[in-house]
């Protein structure tokens, strides 16, 4: 047998100790070479003994090279958040620098200033700021925090931030349960918020992809500080809406449908009858109206606040739109027994998935399957369909193979149109392609 060309594997036993002797200081060295933002604790390898909670590391790789920079925070499921990867060692001006560069994309070349004041200003691991999501609405910033780094630094950055977009106020929202883990002292929350405080209630969708669960919120006193308003009226694309900071979900209005509730437009025909499932504030049903110009929209949402709040937009823009509160599962199969039919029926539905777990995810998996299947025969033949998913634990082609099944256990066909996702204000790195949640489906019903 001829010799093998190959050299010998060697063990780690075989290398020689790595000398860490000349390296910046406070570093973090990884245990395996990876290219992802979200370092767990079974990927992470030694630490500096002067590194402190929250603080800015220089990231090693396992071969001793540096490799970028993160924030660290030894308690926090997340211990290490790269912020970017590369061989020239950062410094704090990096934060500043990534700020620049995501309000440049939103306001000078995306230029989302023309047609809307609502939009994503930083969104996390997408623009390097892992663990801080923020959305403008009208003059007040709303910011979303889940690293205790992040927390540190952000009194610092709300002022450069209200420069740059030209906002006066800012509310701050921390998920409770991440609070703890992360040791951030809610306490103090109103020293984060220059002229403002965030009240928070839950999360439902997976803005940030390292904390897709949902849980309850909390609100942080304001400690004195001046409160920023608890509702705005924002404009997009023409129509008017009021967000109302207190009572709704997440934020209180979803900026990453912006794209996709303009684009209903060109399905409908005048006159059309338009059903808008999980209506929520109503996004959809008022560009089926005002843009579509359709002739009935019947908004359905089983949150009795945000039909009430569906009912305000419409009568800021003096529209008439017909709200039932319900249930969407029971309204539909109630619709189906009935033999109603729509020219366009559009669902999206709140997060269903929330764990990896099998038995979790499989139910959640469920729900999408069984309601897309009620909200599909809904459709008249030649109808369009609009169906959407935000959890970022259901991949597009999975979603997609759901509302398949939905549709052929009815013998009825898709064909598909489009497949679409958030705005570009929602970018998304290569090496985070998990932080694409959204998923949107358009189809003609056989």
């Keep these: 047998m001829p010799p093998d060309p190959r050299p010998p594997k060697s063990s780690a036993a075989d290398r020689p100790p790595v000398d860490r002797s000349g390296w910046l200081r406070p570093w973090a060295q990884l245990k395996y070479f990876t ?5 767990f604790p079974r990927l992470l390898g030694q630490v500096s003994p002067e590194a402190r909670p929250g603080d800015l590391v220089h990231v090693y790789d396992k071969n001793g090279e540096l490799a970028g920079g993160g924030l660290y925070n030894p308690r926090a499921k997340i211990p290490l958040r790269v912020v970017c990867h590369g061989a020239e060692p950062i410094d704090e001006s990096y934060f500043e620098a990534a700020l620049l560069r995501a309000v440049d994309l939103r ?3 995306l230029q989302l200033d023309a047609v809307t004041d609502a939009y994503r200003l930083v969104n996390s691991d997408g623009d390097g700021l892992s663990g801080l999501t923020i959305d403008r609405y009208g003059d007040t910033l709303l910011c979303e925090v889940y690293s205790l780094g992040i927390a540190q630094r952000l009194p610092r950055w ?3 931030l209200h420069e740059l977009a030209g906002t006066k106020f800012a509310r701050v929202q921390v998920d409770h349960d991440v609070a703890s883990v992360e040791g951030i002292k809610t306490g103090r929350w109103g020293e984060l918020a220059v002229s403002g405080v965030g009240l928070a209630r839950r999360a439902d969708r997976d803005d940030d992809p390292a904390n897709p669960t949902a849980s309850s919120r909390q609100p942080y006193p304001s400690e004195g500080i001046s409160e920023a308003p608890a509702k705005v009226k924002i404009r997009e694309h023409g129509i008017r809406y009021e967000v109302d900071f207190t009572e709704g979900h997440k934020t209180g209005f979803f900026c990453d449908q912006r794209e996709n509730r303009r684009a209903l437009a060109k399905f409908i025909t005048a006159g059309a009858r338009v059903l808008d499932l ?4 109503g996004g959809f049903s008022l560009n089926a109206k005002i843009a579509g110009n359709a002739g009935e929209v019947t908004s359905v949402d089983l949150d009795e606040a945000a039909i009430a709040q569906a009912r305000r937009n419409a009568n800021l823009n003096q529209v008439r739109l017909q709200f039932v ?3 969407a599962f029971a309204y539909a199969r109630q619709m189906q027994q009935n033999g109603e039919k729509w020219d366009v ?3 999206d539905p709140p997060k269903f998935i929330f764990t990896r777990d099998d038995h979790g995810n499989w139910e959640g998996r469920q729900k999408y399957e069984d309601l897309n299947l009620l909200a599909i025969s809904l459709v008249k033949p030649g109808g369009v369909f609009v169906t959407c998913s935000c959890s970022g634990l259901l991949s597009l082609e999975d979603f997609e193979a759901h509302v398949i099944k ?3 256990r009815q013998n009825r066909r898709l064909q598909f149109l489009e497949r679409t996702g958030p705005g570009a204000d929602h970018p998304v790195y290569s090496n985070c392609l ?5 998923k949107v489906l358009w189809a003609r019903v056989a």
Excluded at 278 to 281: A, D, E, I, L, R
Excluded at 434 to 438: A, G, H, I, K, V
């Design 35 to 39: 290219f992802q933002p979200a370092i």
């Design 107 to 109: 306001r000078r070349i």
């Design 158 to 160: 709300l002022p450069l």
């Design 278 to 281: 999980c209506c929520y504030t």
């Design 325 to 327: 509160h319900a249930d």
């Design 345 to 347: 029926v559009v669902l």
């Design 406 to 408: 939905a549709a052929h």
């Design 434 to 438: 998990e932080s694409r949640y959204l």
